[in-house]
């Protein structure tokens, strides 16, 4: 009996002076490192591709006014100065909410349409503590056509200028130098040229970043369509955008007029092959409308 | 004769644990505050990073800060954007820290609320580079809560960072400073 209790003595004593060993080597410099789980950012260098949007948002607090312009075609030759003479203007403001929720409104000349749309991030891609393939966003938008009506057979309704559209943007940066983005998108017409036509229209956009540069990159975009109007085509454009210090500014070709969804994606009238292509650049001017919380109440910084 | 047992070895215990939290305080914080400031006269370059993490060993000075450098937030997002992966390449190189001590430690009473001149030394880490660094700050104690608060400079070139601006829009001497309350 009194065996065991000096037994018992002993245990205690050296579970006691347990913590006070591992406590006495203490040292902050050989702690083990949590796994840091990184958030991928910028796979693409602005809000738009070429055309159509990519997985990047503004940022939270920013509003960034937009200039989409696009000259004639090459093709009308030296008459309009190979389509210098001609434009097509989108003027729009971004705003973010939040650093994943964006929205926007814009002005076309192309048949004077006014559009609003809004993009909501709805999965990041992750790497180093938890892995995440993949980036996802969704983007919709509504386009209204404010182009007088030509007299027709019947007496159009308001409703008949607007469509909508949904896509659903899937992205994957693979390192520093290559992206790559699925759009498929779904796009419905409140009314469309021919009764025998179907009013919603599915397609699928693929879109690229290739790193050429720190400040260069070549961008690419190709929306192929699944159901189509007749007489047009699928849209394609390369450029490039190039990172000047406070803003990316877009250059690029393209076989596509307008610069709204619906526009672009389904009523893109040139043929490449035909030299009815169009040279264009995207200017953008952000202003900070509501500075980050670390910076508010802080003028020493 | 039991319970006396019982008696001793709990007085043990107790005497065991007390020491050790006596000898080993270990301050610790996640939520300090580093800054810095590259500004140039032509723009200003100055971002904040508000999940600092950091520790220090009150009886030895040991001293650890830690930050990643995506947490560092800019009033520009395309300014941020720059910084994380043409001049930090902070894909690859996720993290900045230093690791020193607090030099003249004992110089501080934890118990008495002061503010108390500190001096620390150690290695920076940055941009995958370590160098040796110097700096000098107060801890300033208040109801047993300590916090420190100090700032040094380092030259980009010392760290690899390099980038067409560095000298221009961008100072080759950044500012540095650090603020943390610890519990």
Known sequence: MRSLNKQKIMVMLAIAALPFSSFAQIDLFAEKEEPITDIVTATFKTTRVVNGHSIENVGAGILDFRILHRFGQFSDGAYNLFGLDQASIRLGLDYGITKNWMVGIGRSTFEKQYDAFTKLRLLSQTTGGRNFPISVSYAGTMIYKSVKNTNTAYVPYESDRLSFGHQLIIARKFGDYFSLQLTPTYFHYNVVPTKDLPNDFKSLGIASRIRLSKRLNLTGEYYYRFDKIPGYQNSLSVGFDIETGGHVFQLHMTNSTGMTERTFINETTGEWGKGNIRFGFNVSRVFTVRKPKEFRNKAAL | ?183
């Not at chain 2, 894909?91 to 001590?101: E, R, V």
């Not at chain 2, 002061?114 to 580079?129: A, F």
């Open chain 2, 1 to 183: 004769m039991k319970t006396s047992i019982t008696k001793i070895s709990l007085l043990v215990v107790i005497l065991f644990s007390a020491l050790t939290s006596e000898a080993q305080k270990v301050y610790a914080t996640k939520t300090g505050q580093t800054a810095f400031n590259a500004s140039s006269p032509i723009e200003k370059i100055a971002a904040v990073n508000n999940q600092t993490d950091s520790k220090f060993v009150a009886d030895n000075g040991q001293v650890v800060f830690a930050v990643l450098i995506k947490g560092f937030k800019f009033e520009n997002q395309l300014m941020e954007d720059h910084f994380n992966e043409n001049y930090m390449e902070s894909t690859k190189l996720p993290k900045a820290d230093f690791k020193g001590y607090i030099t003249n430690i004992k110089e501080v009473n934890f118990a008495k609320d002061g503010s108390y001149p500190v001096k620390l030394d150690g290695n920076l880490t940055l941009h995958g580079v370590t160098n040796k660094v110097s700096a000098a700050g107060t801890m300033k104690v208040a109801g047993g809560v300590p916090e420190m608060e100090g700032s040094f400079k380092i030259k980009l070139k010392d760290y690899n960072v390099t980038g067409l601006y560095i000298g221009e829009k961008i100072a080759p001497e950044v500012a540095i400073t650090v603020k943390c309350k610890y519990q």
